[in-house]
Structure formats: structure tokens, C-alpha cells
């Protein structure tokens, strides 16, 4: 990957990372799938303006609207405000990484490398080994499947975001957000009280909540997914789909320095393997071309008629 592109991955980790504080700001002031309909709504309603619908079927649109609209959030924000800690819910959001894997193997047939399977082992070792260091109490089990679901809804979107090919993927996801917010506010209606419970949340939605909500619509969603589809689009899902893992690594880091929390050395090792494990799977493909190089130079070599 080119460093910008590097570079960019990172932010996008740290936006999302730090989007976790956010959402569990904004829910003191919004439902769940209220707030995630709200979110989709000042997307599509801030960038149907600037850009231009790409030409896609139809179908992609809805399919990812679904995955990465309804599905993807509507799990995530449900499982915070049932209880489950934002840190815990980034880290079991990461879990889409690994889905994201064995659905990029079986779909678009993207085959890994011995040392990209190790890779992924060693990551999944920070992420569980920080998801134990920071919440050593059982999870309860609907916020947990709930969470699982989301991440499972972010895999998906992955795929259908490769699958859409080189195209606007900044009008790709304005696009896209003309999905979720109908059956985001369904759901909110049947299951957050009904039109009643809605206005009243929006009556009382305070200046605080309005700055989560631009953030997570504006920032968290179309720049930052806007910018995670066209990495997407320009490399394998296998390279791409890790950097999310930095995502709890910048949750931890926002909790210390905004919320003040305080960490274990546990939860500083976990981290690192985190970042580890990013850094092998970013340079493994340089290091095996280099390897190659060095091999054909010395046959080259050794081919050398000798004097």
C-alpha cells in the first residue's frame, strides 16, 4: 500500500475508534436506532448536493445500505445502550475483520498466505486478550449478540463495498444512506416507544447531542466509510480489512485522554500485538518481494561465468 493510503487507513481506525465515546454521548440524548437513522439522514441530506449517484445496480445500494446501515448499527448502538461498555463493543465490533476474511475467501476468492493466516491469529489474540483485559465480568448475552451482529453486518458491507468496484465511493456512500433511515425509524417506532418516545427525544436533543450526531454522520460516516470504501476498492480486502483492528487501540487511547480511564499492562501488550500484527500484514508482502529479489539476484550470480 502507497504510505498516504496507509496513513488514511489509520484515520479512518481512529475516527471509528473514537466514534465508540461519541455514540455512547449521543445516546444519552437519542434512542439507538434513532440516533443511527438520524445518522443516515444528515448524510444523505449533507452530501446528496455535491455528489453525483454512481452507476451502479440498484441492488448493491440497498444490500450495503442494509448491512452497513441497518444491521451494522442498529446492533452496535443496541448493544451500548443495553449496557455492554463502548470499549467492549469496539472490540467485538472487530470481529467483521475475520468474517470479512473467510467472506472475501469464499466470495471473491482472495486466498491468504501462511504468513497473512498467522498474522490474523496474532491479531485475534490483542483482540481477545483486550476485550478480557478491560472486562473481566461475564458479557450479558443479548448486548454480546447484538454486538456480534453488527460486526457481522460490517463484514458483509465490506464485500458488497469491494464488490462495487472502482467507482465515487464518497457518492457510493451518500447514496447508500437514502436506505437505512426508513427501516432504522420502523424499527425505532415498534421498539423505542412508539412516535411519542421519538418526539420527545428530539424535543429534548441538546447542543452536545447535535455535535455527536454531525460527528458521527459527517465525519465517522462519510468521510471515514467514504474513505474505507475506496481503499477498497484500490486493494484486497485481506490488506484493507485489518486496519480496523486499530479501531478498540484508539477507543483505549480516547478513554484515557477524554474520559479518564486508566489501563492495565495486560490491555498495553494486547494493544501492541494489535499493532503488530497490522504492521507484518502491511510489509509481509514487500518482505516476501524482497526475498524474491534477493534469491533470483544470487542465482543470477551464481550463474556468472567465473574468471
Known amino acids: 500500500m502507497k504510505t498516504a493510503h496507509v496513513l488514511l487507513a ?3 481506525a481512529a475516527i471509528w475508534g473514537l466514534s465508540f465515546i461519541v455514540v455512547k454521548i449521543g445516546l444519552t440524548q437519542c434512542p ?3 440516533l443511527a437513522a438520524l445518522r443516515f439522514m444528515v448524510v444523505f441530506a449533507a452530501g446528496v448536493w455535491l455528489f453525483p449517484r454512481p452507476t451502479l445496480p440498484r441492488r448493491l445500494y440497498l444490500r450495503a445500505g442494509l448491512c452497513l446501515g441497518v444491521i451494522q448499527f442498529a446492533g452496535l448502538f443496541s448493544a451500548i445502550k443495553l449496557g455492554m461498555p463502548a470499549g467492549i ?8 475483520v475475520f468474517i470479512t476474511l473467510l467472506l472475501a475467501a469464499a ?5 491468504r498466505s501462511a504468513t497473512q493466516k498467522a498474522v490474523m491469529a496474532l491479531a485475534l489474540l490483542g483482540v481477545l486478550l483486550l476485550g478480557y483485559a478491560r472486562y473481566h465480568d461475564a458479557l450479558p448475552l443479548l448486548p454480546l449478540l447484538l454486538a456480534l451482529m453488527g460486526a457481522a453486518g460490517f463484514a458483509w458491507g465490506n464485500i458488497e463495498l469491494k464488490r462495487s468496484g472502482k467507482v465515487d465511493m464518497f457518492g457510493f456512500t451518500v447514496w447508500m444512506s437514502a436506505v437505512p433511515p426508513l427501516p ?3 424499527l425505532s417506532l415498534a421498539l423505542e416507544g412508539g412516535p411519542a418516545a421519538a418526539w420527545s427525544a428530539l424535543a429534548h436533543f441538546s447542543w452536545i447531542g447535535l455535535l455527536a450526531l454531525l460527528f458521527l454522520a459527517l465525519i465517522g460516516t462519510l468521510f471515514a466509510l467514504g474513505s474505507w470504501g475506496k481503499l477498497l476498492s484500490l486493494y484486497p480486502a485481506s490488506l484493507v480489512a485489518p486496519f480496523s483492528l486499530l479501531s478498540p487501540v ?7 485522554l477524554i474520559l479518564g480511564e486508566r489501563y492495565d499492562s495486560l490491555s498495553i501488550l494486547a494493544s501492541a500485538l494489535i499493532v503488530a500484527a497490522l504492521a507484518l500484514n502491511i510489509y509481509s508482502g514487500r518482505l516476501a518481494a524482497c526475498k524474491s529479489w534477493l534469491q533470483r539476484a544470487h542465482l543470477a550470480i551464481k550463474e556468472l561465468p567465473h574468471r
Open 10 to 12: 489509520v484515520l479512518v
Open 32 to 34: 439507538p436506532l434513532l
Open 89 to 96: 463493543v469496539a472490540v467485538l465490533a472487530q470481529v467483521q
Open 107 to 111: 466470495l471473491l476468492q482472495e486466498n
Open 184 to 186: 432504522l425509524l420502523a
Open 250 to 256: 484508539f477507543g483505549l487511547l480516547g478513554g484515557y
